[in-house]
C-alpha cells in the first residue's frame, strides 16, 4: 500500500473540512454584522445614519416625457391572438380570411374536442407584426362572424 496516497487523501479531507469550518464562521460574522447594522449599533459607523446622497430633482412631466419619446421596438416574436364564441362549424381557412384583411396571419388553429371532433368553440390566430394584431383586436372585438359574437384579445401564456 502506498502510504503517500493515503496520507495526501486525508490531508486534502482535513482541508476540506477547515473550509468548512472557515466558511461557517465567516457566515456567522457576516450575519452578526447584518444584526448590528439594522440594530444601530456595531463596530464600523464608517457610514453616518443620517447621510444624504444629493439627489437632483425630476419632475414627473420630464420622466412621462422620456418614456413616451422612447422609440418602440417591435417584439420579433409573432403576435397570438384568442378567438372565443366561434361556430362549431366554422373553418380553419374561414377564420383566416376574416383575420387576413388586417395584415399576414402566418397560422390559425382551431382547437377540437379530443372525443368527437367538433370544434370546441375557440381558436388562435397568429399575425407576423404585432400592431396588425392590434388592429384585428379592435376591429373584430365582439364582431359577429358565422351568426355568433366573437371575443377576441391577445393569447395569454401559461
Same mark, same amino acid.
Given at each position: 500500500?502506498?502510504?503517500?496516497?493515503?496520507?495526501?487523501?486525508?490531508?486534502?479531507?482535513?482541508?476540506?473540512?477547515?473550509?468548512?469550518?472557515?466558511? +461557517?464562521d !465567516?457566515?456567522? *460574522?457576516?450575519r452578526?454584522?447584518? %444584526?448590528?447594522?439594522?440594530? @444601530? #449599533?456595531?463596530?464600523? =459607523?464608517?457610514?453616518?445614519?443620517?447621510s444624504?446622497?444629493?439627489?437632483?430633482?425630476?419632475?414627473?412631466?420630464?420622466?412621462?416625457?422620456?418614456v +413616451?419619446? !422612447?422609440?418602440? *421596438?417591435?417584439?420579433?416574436?409573432? %403576435?397570438?391572438?384568442?378567438? @372565443? #364564441?366561434?361556430?362549431? =362549424?366554422?373553418t380553419?381557412?374561414?377564420?383566416r380570411?376574416?383575420?387576413?384583411?388586417?395584415?399576414?396571419?402566418?397560422?390559425v388553429?382551431?382547437?377540437?374536442? !379530443?372525443?368527437?371532433?367538433?370544434?370546441?368553440?375557440?381558436g388562435?390566430?397568429?399575425?407576423?407584426?404585432h400592431?396588425?394584431?392590434?388592429?384585428?383586436?379592435?376591429?373584430?372585438?365582439?364582431?359577429?362572424?358565422?351568426?355568433?359574437?366573437?371575443?377576441?384579445?391577445?393569447?395569454?401564456?401559461?
Amino acid at each position: 500500500m502506498n502510504f503517500r496516497v493515503v496520507r495526501g487523501k486525508r490531508e486534502r479531507e482535513a482541508r476540506r473540512d477547515q473550509r468548512k469550518r472557515d466558511k +461557517a464562521d !465567516r457566515l456567522r *460574522r457576516n450575519r452578526e454584522q447584518a %444584526a448590528d447594522q439594522r440594530s @444601530g #449599533g456595531g463596530e464600523d =459607523d464608517s457610514i453616518e445614519a443620517n447621510s444624504q446622497i444629493p439627489v437632483s430633482p425630476v419632475s414627473l412631466a420630464e420622466v412621462v416625457i422620456a418614456v +413616451a419619446q !422612447r422609440p418602440k *421596438r417591435e417584439s420579433l416574436a409573432p %403576435a397570438k391572438l384568442f378567438v @372565443g #364564441g366561434l361556430s362549431w =362549424d366554422i373553418t380553419a381557412e374561414e377564420l383566416r380570411g376574416a383575420f387576413s384583411n388586417f395584415g399576414k396571419v402566418t397560422d390559425v388553429q382551431i382547437v377540437h374536442d !379530443r372525443s368527437t371532433g367538433r370544434s370546441r368553440g375557440f381558436g388562435f390566430v397568429t399575425f407576423e407584426k404585432h400592431a396588425d394584431a392590434d388592429e384585428a383586436v379592435k376591429h373584430l372585438d365582439g364582431r359577429e362572424l358565422d351568426g355568433r359574437p366573437i371575443k377576441v384579445n391577445r393569447a395569454e401564456r401559461i
